[in-house]
Each structure stands twice: as C-alpha cells, then as structure tokens.
C-alpha cells in the first residue's frame, strides 16, 4: 500500500476527485459556450445531458435508453457468471495439476492475447448472428483471464502456510480447504475483477456482430450519422457502467476477503 | 508429559546423526552445502538453542526435524522413528508469527485440534486455556491484522502449544519483535514450558536470547553449517533476565560465544 495514503485520507481523496471532474465539466462546457471547438465534432456536456433526457423518454431507434444499457448489461453478465463458474474450479485445477496446466497452457496463451475482433467472422458462421454469439464472445474473453488467474493463485500458495499446515498434520486435502483455497481467494477476486473489466471491454467487438440493440452498438451506428452526442452519450453510459460493475467487484472483495492487503 | 513405556528413547527426543543437506544450484550452478556432519543428541524435555551466524544452516537443521527437508546424507530420527515428513508430534513456530489471515485468533489457535478432528467442546477448553497462559483473553475474535507483533507472536505459541507436541521447533520466533517485547515473549515461554514441558529446539542468532533460555547451547560456523561448541548452561532455574546479566558466568559465556562466532581464529 502507498504510504500516502494513510496521510491523505479518503474522504479527501473522494472530495479531490470529485472536484476534479466538476473542474472538466465545466472547463468543457465554457469550451463549448465560447466556441473553443466546433460542437458538431466535441458537443459540450450540456447538449449530451439534454440528448440522454430526450433518448430516456423517446429511446434510440424506437428501443428506450435503458433498455439499451440493460441488454449491453445481460450480455456481459450472461457471459461473466459462467466463465467464473467455468474458469474458477478450471483454473485452480491447472495450478493444482501440472499434467492439466500444460494440456491446457497453450490454448489459453494463444487465445488470451488473441483480439477477439479476429474470431468474429468464424463466430458468426458457427454460432449465427444472435445473442449467442455476442455472449461467446464476452465468454471467452473473461474466461482466459479467470483461467490464468486462478492457475497461478494456487501456484502461488506460501510456502510457509503450507509448512504450518503440514506441521499440524493436514492431509493433502485439508491443505486445499484450510490453506491453499482461503489463501488464493485474494488473487481470484483480482482475476475475476480483470474479467470483468475484459468482458466489458470485448462488448463493442461483440455488438459489432450484426447487433440492433446495445450500447455498443448505438455508439457504432450513431456515429454513422455523425451523431456524435449520441456517441460520446454512450460512451460515457458504457465507462459509468463499468466503473459501476468494478466497485461492486471491489466491494464484494472487502467483504470476502477484508484482510486483503493487511497480512 | 508422560513418556510412553514403549517409547524408550522418548518421544520428545531428536537424534541427528552425522547429518549433511545440500541444496540444489540455480541454473547449472554447483549445489550448495548448508550444513555437514552434524551430530547431535537432543534430549526429551531439553532446551536446545541453535546459535550462530546468517546463513549457517540453523534454520535448515530445524526444517529437517520438522521433516520439511530431507537430509542429503545422514539421518534424523525423533522419538526413535526416523523422521519421513511433517507431523503433529513437533510443533513449529516461524518467525514472522504465520497466522492465517482470514482466522480470527480463536480460530488460529484451534486449527491444529479442527485439522485432527477432535471434539469441538474439548478444543474450546484447551484454547481457553491456552489464551488464558498466553494473556491473549478478549483477543479471541480479533483478526491478526488487528494485533501487534507481539501479540501475534503469543496466538502463534498457543497454536503451537494446544496439540500439545512433544516437541517445539522454534526458528527465530522472536526476531522481529522490539526488545521489551522480545523479553516478555521469552519469559512467556520458559513460564509455560514449565507446564507443558515439551522438548525446544530453538533457532537464533540473538546471544542473549540463547543464554537466558537454553539448557545447551550449540554454536555452529558458517556455511557450511557444522558444530563448533557445544556449551550446557551452568545456570539454574527459574532465571530473572536483571539479575542474571550481572551473573559473571553470563559476561564470560557471552564474550566466549561472540568470540567463537566473530572470531573464529581466536578459537577460545
């Protein structure tokens, strides 16, 4: 931990934050108002607060707003729950079982880094153009970074927790529940906190595939009509729900694993 | 502590005999020696401390009763078995206090009954108990993060102490801590040692520390770690830390010690 942080405390920080965006709104509000940019390129925040009021009463394309936020939100979730589901138990198996790992090992390093854009074509063919198809997509993307994590939370078990364990004279199996799992879980909130931040991420790419609905897919199709209010709209919807899901990872975090970063 | 008749050597006893451990060399490198012919007889209910510098191999002696390690050549037997792995019949405490971080100190200390699966009512009882001798009474709930070193350092020996071993391996158990707290964990020990009388081997490299508890102390040279002195302590029992520093016997062991383990080439 930074040891600033206990000198500057967090209320101050959230404050500084705060008055940090406030200071951007409107420096980019008196940009606009002043005709520092040209509004068709960079609208000013005003005009995106009155295009979102509008679209939560009228919608995009005949669809209302939240709807669009909601299903971005269920592709991501319906992909998230069962590459954690999947790839927790897998992935602490791969770094249990060395024979697993190195089965498994090169597939999951050569798709991880793997853009997803790449496998769209192959996807659709395979799967068709429906939702199916976009949640794979977030699937896989999710799951390898859950799989890698979680390999190497057990591969890092500590050696002398193991030694207590062992001296106490735990079998193999009660080092698993005693020792090893309790002890990885900090690293599997992290894995699981990176994929979802990923799956976010692979959304765009997943509702480039023939999509009508979404937020990604609003922000490709509106900018198509040089609706850049609508996009920079669905931008911002796109990062405050990500930022949403993360702290509710984070606080999920502290309260399974409050000693995180203290021991 | 009873010694089971069909035990003659004593359960609480380590014998090691002409023990050497290697240590595999990094990447293509030679392997190295960290201790060699090390001999010695640890008798049940002693109090043996491992003295000398960084890197001797004191620690690795200590791995090898505990059965972490295997010896290279040679043998270390406990009770009279040879020692194979781990096992709840040595109790070890580390030197940074090792609890588990999400087991609240109750829980720390009652890991090695809930590991063995005794009863629950006769676990609580002994963990009172032993919270009672530690001073650890309205520490129960706490997390290890919530306490001092200090107080870390005494939920570590009650988790030791509670499965009631035979024998204790200690490895610099109070190393870290600040002197007036070191002093006070060391007069803990001996205090309930007297109750629970197991067998200590006890590492550090802490002078003092090895003169105000051992009944022997074993000096050992560098690396490769072999015994240079073996020294029985002349002091009798129960000590104060005060009065036994004025204690001339105390002044000249200590500087023969420093001198051994600085000085080799005086060789007193």
């Known amino acids: 931990m930074h040891p600033e942080k206990t000198s500057f405390g967090k209320g101050r920080a959230v404050a500084v934050s705060l008055a940090a965006v406030t200071l951007f709104v409107l420096l980019w509000s008196a940009g606009g108002r002043f005709g520092l940019f040209n509004p068709l390129l960079l609208p000013p925040p005003e005009e995106i607060w009155a295009t979102g009021r509008e679209m939560l009463t009228d919608g995009y394309r005949q669809l209302p707003l939240l709807y669009h936020v909601a299903i971005s939100l269920g592709r991501v979730i319906g992909a998230f729950i069962p590459a954690v589901l999947v790839g ?3 992935g602490l198996a791969m770094g249990l079982f060395p024979v697993l790992r190195a089965i498994l090992d090169p597939f999951v390093q050569f798709f991880r880094p793997l853009p997803k854009l790449a496998l769209i074509p192959l996807v659709i063919l395979w799967l068709g153009i429906g939702e199916v198809s976009k949640v794979f ?3 896989i993307s999710a799951l390898l970074t859950v799989l890698v994590g979680c390999a190497a939370a057990v591969g890092g078990a500590d050696r002398n927790r193991l030694r207590l364990g062992r001296a106490l004279g735990a079998t193999n199996r009660q080092l698993l529940r005693y020792i090893v799992f309790p002890g990885a879980l900090p690293e599997i909130f992290t894995s699981v906190r990176l994929a979802v931040g990923v799956g976010w991420t692979t959304l765009i790419a997943a509702e480039m595939v023939a999509a009508d609905t979404g937020l990604g897919w609003m922000v490709l199709n509106a900018s198509s009509y040089m609706r850049t209010d609508i996009v920079m709209l669905g931008i911002i919807l796109l990062g405050l729900t990500g930022y949403m899901l993360d702290m509710l990872i984070v606080a999920l975090q502290k309260a399974v694993v409050p000693w995180d970063g203290k021991a | 502590m009873t010694v089971p008749a069909s035990d003659p050597a004593g359960s609480g006893r380590i014998v090691f005999d002409r023990v ?3 240590f595999p060399g990094g990447s293509g490198g030679n392997a190295t020696e960290a201790v060699t012919d090390f001999s010695l007889d640890v008798e049940q209910g002693s109090f043996v401390c491992l003295l000398g510098p960084s890197g001797c191999g004191k620690s690795t002696i200590l791995n090898l009763a505990a059965g972490f390690e295997r010896p290279t050549r040679g043998s270390v037997s406990v009770g009279g078995r040879p020692v194979t792995g781990p096992g709840p019949d040595r109790g ?5 206090a090792n609890l588990l971080p999400w ?5 720390n200390i009652t890991l090695g009954p809930e590991l063995a699966g005794r009863p629950r009512e006769e676990t609580l009882a002994a963990a009172r108990r032993f919270i009672t001798l530690t001073g650890l009474q309205g520490f129960e709930r706490h997390a290890p993060y919530e306490l001092s070193g200090g107080m870390r350092q005494r939920a570590a020996l009650a988790r030791a102490w509670i499965t009631e071993p035979a024998i204790l391996l200690m490895d610099e158990p109070f190393g870290a801590l600040d002197a007036q707290t070191r002093l006070s964990m060391q007069e803990l020990l001996m205090s309930v040692r007297q109750v629970t009388g197991a067998t200590v081997l006890f590492v550090t490299h ?3 520390e090895a003169l105000f508890l051992a009944d ?8 490769p770690g072999r015994i240079r002195k073996k020294i029985v302590l002349p002091f009798t029992r129960p000590l104060v830390y005060e009065q036994l520093i004025l204690n001339a016997a105390f002044t000249e062991l200590k500087h023969d010690i420093l001198y051994t383990i600085r000085r080799p080439e005086y060789d007193i």
């Not at chain 2, 070890?92 to 940074?96: G, H, I, K, S, T």
């Not at chain 2, 022997?216 to 690396?223: G, H, K, W, Y």
């Open chain 2, 103 to 107: 087991r609240n100190v109750l829980e």
């Open chain 1, 88 to 90: 927790v138990p897998l």
């Open chain 1, 137 to 139: 997509l977030i699937f």
């Open chain 2, 206 to 208: 802490d002078v003092d």
């Open chain 2, 20 to 22: 050497a451990h290697s």
């Open chain 2, 92 to 96: 070890m405490v580390f030197q940074d």
């Open chain 2, 216 to 223: 022997e102390i074993v000096v050992m040279t560098p690396r």
